[in-house]
């Protein structure tokens, strides 16, 4: 395995490289009530699993605020709720405490593990390896045992979902540099796909971390828990908070810690910004944070971290527009 220590900046990175993505795991969900029970916990309709293969959603509480945001696709009959393993705990724990009204089993796929592939090499691997690689139209792909999943973003990804021997045997074949899995959360910032810590689960409508622009949440489907909140939250425009990516440097090392606050320049003052949600740091000394910040924060804001004020930020473009 062509493991790497170096953690690039996001403007260094090769053309093609791979992903130990071990800070993501998957909350499996199994039985004859799977879709059924889900349907009536996240913000995502189940029923367009089938035909979309990969949907993107949220798990709340009754007050509408986030446990959790997720990946869902079927693995090996399963349902997998992809997500970082900050967030995990607590929606694992809320949806065994209900599920045991249903015919489901729940619990984290421990026995999984993730892979991520980016560029052209990489997809001429998975070509290699297993003969199909997944795009746009047809997202998740099964073979041999793994499932891939094309995930679009500012860098397309393909990520491989196998039990931890055969990816490992994988990953001894792929002759790709690989990153540990702190690149993944810098390429989700990028991307604007909310990579909640565990302080931070709990804090967030899904309009807040813009899971509404990423196609997360449906509008159409039945209640589940939190959709009075949600609902409201888009009909009456009640949401002024959104997830940005922001980008500054600094030539040291820093400590952030999960619940950071970032201080916004309001002239020769600093008033409070908004909180990190996550962050990476480039050996280079290039640093990106996502954050929830002000809907209407202005495109050439400066923010500054409230421990750490001799480093300052500015907004990071998105792949998608805020505007709905």
Not at 212 to 222: C, E, M, P, R, T
Not at 236 to 256: C, E, P
Not at 301 to 320: C, G, I, Q
Request: aromatic residues 8%; glycine residues 8%; charged residues 20%.
């Amino acid at each position: 395995m062509n493991l790497q220590s170096q953690h690039p900046a996001l403007e260094q990175l090769p053309e093609s490289f791979a992903i130990v993505a071990d800070n993501i795991s998957a909350i499996r969900v199994s039985g004859d009530d799977a879709n059924s029970y889900l349907q009536g916990q996240l913000t995502c309709d189940l029923s367009q699993l089938v035909e979309k293969q990969l949907l993107i959603g949220g798990h709340c509480d009754a007050k509408g605020k986030m446990f959790s945001a997720f990946r869902l696709i079927t693995h090996n009959q399963d349902r997998l709720m992809i997500q970082s393993k900050g967030c995990l705990p607590s929606s694992l724990t809320q949806l065994q405490k209900y599920g045991v009204f249903a015919k489901v089993d729940i619990n984290e796929a421990d026995d999984l593990a993730f892979l991520a592939l980016v560029g052209q090499q990489g997809v001429a691997f998975l070509e290699q390896q297993f003969g199909k690689v997944p795009d746009s139209f047809n997202p998740v792909v099964a073979e041999q045992g793994t499932s891939i999943i094309y995930i679009p973003g500012s860098l397309d990804r393909y990520l491989m979902v196998s039990d931890k021997a055969q990816l490992n045997d994988i990953a001894k074949q792929c002759q790709l540099p690989i990153y540990d899995h702190t690149l993944w959360t810098a390429i989700e910032i990028q991307s604007g796909f909310v990579h909640l810590n565990e302080l931070a689960a709990g804090d967030y409508v899904p309009q807040m971390v813009n899971l509404q622009l990423v196609n997360g949440i449906s509008f159409s489907k039945g209640c589940y828990m939190g959709q009075e909140t949600v609902a409201r939250m888009k009909y009456l425009g009640k949401n002024k908070r959104a997830l940005f990516a922001l980008q500054g440097h600094i030539d040291q090392v820093v400590t952030i810690a999960d619940d950071a606050m970032l201080e916004l320049q309001m002239g020769e003052n600093w008033r409070r910004g908004g909180n990190v949600i996550s962050h990476y740091q480039a050996d280079s000394g290039e640093l990106y944070i996502q954050a929830v910040l002000a809907s209407d924060t202005e495109p050439d804001a400066v923010f500054r971290l409230k421990e750490h004020t001799d480093v300052t930020f500015k907004l990071m473009s998105l792949p998608y527009s805020l505007a709905e």
